[in-house]
């Protein structure tokens, strides 16, 4: 009998009850470890901030001068032949003026303002722009803008890096991404285009 109280006392001793209890859990964590894991979600592509541009186009032969105006907007641009190289242009952009120039190099039109350095290449009469211009929270990025010709010298379809316009002689209708063009940038590019239109249009 004392044989036998002695192995059940030696046998509690050797393996305590939380030592089931441990193995239970160990168990539990291997199938929890060996569970998949679900993929983590991709990141969301950052939105565009797409804003509407509707402008009229005025022009005056006689004085070499076009301007275009988008007064929801708040963006006026006027553009003035000077010399036969030499564009001078009067931006507004709400409240905010700015007075700049635009150089003719052959074909290829040259210009830099507080917005945008950008040059704008003659492709047989359509047009390629590239530089770089001013953000809506300052940032700078390069752009690059396909203008393709339309029935006259006048007319274009404007298309590239964050901007779609069409434009005629009367107007200018599109979009542009507010995060990549500030109005002033966009005043710029509309600067340019009026550029082409003056420069092509003969006086009276």
């Excluded at 708040?74 to 553009?79: E, L, Q």
């Excluded at 005629?168 to 966009?186: M, Q």
Aim: with cysteine.
């Amino acid at each position: 009998m004392k044989t036998i109280i002695f192995v059940a006392a030696f046998v509690c001793l050797a393996f305590p009850a939380g030592a089931f209890e441990l193995q239970s859990l160990r168990a539990a964590d291997i199938k929890t470890a060996g569970a998949p894991v679900p993929p983590a979600a991709a990141a969301a592509p950052e939105e565009k901030q797409l804003q509407e541009l509707r402008m009229n186009i005025y022009g005056s032969p006689s004085w070499q001068e076009t301007e275009a105006e988008d007064n929801t907007a708040g963006i006026d641009v006027r553009v003035r032949k000077v010399f036969d190289r030499l564009f001078s242009v009067d931006s507004r952009v709400e409240t905010i003026g700015e007075r700049s120039n635009i150089n003719k190099s052959g074909v290829n039109f040259q210009f830099s303002c507080s917005a945008a350095d950008l040059r704008m290449d003659d492709y047989g009469g359509s047009y390629g722009i590239s530089g770089s211009v001013v953000g809506e929270h300052g940032q700078t990025g390069r752009i690059a803008l396909d203008l393709y010709k339309g029935f006259d010298g006048y007319s274009f379809s404007v298309s590239g890096t964050g901007l779609n316009m069409s434009v005629t002689r009367s107007g200018i209708s599109g979009n542009y991404d507010g995060k990549h063009y500030s109005k002033k940038a966009v005043a710029a590019v509309v600067a340019l285009i009026l550029a082409v239109q003056v420069d092509k249009t003969p006086v009276r």
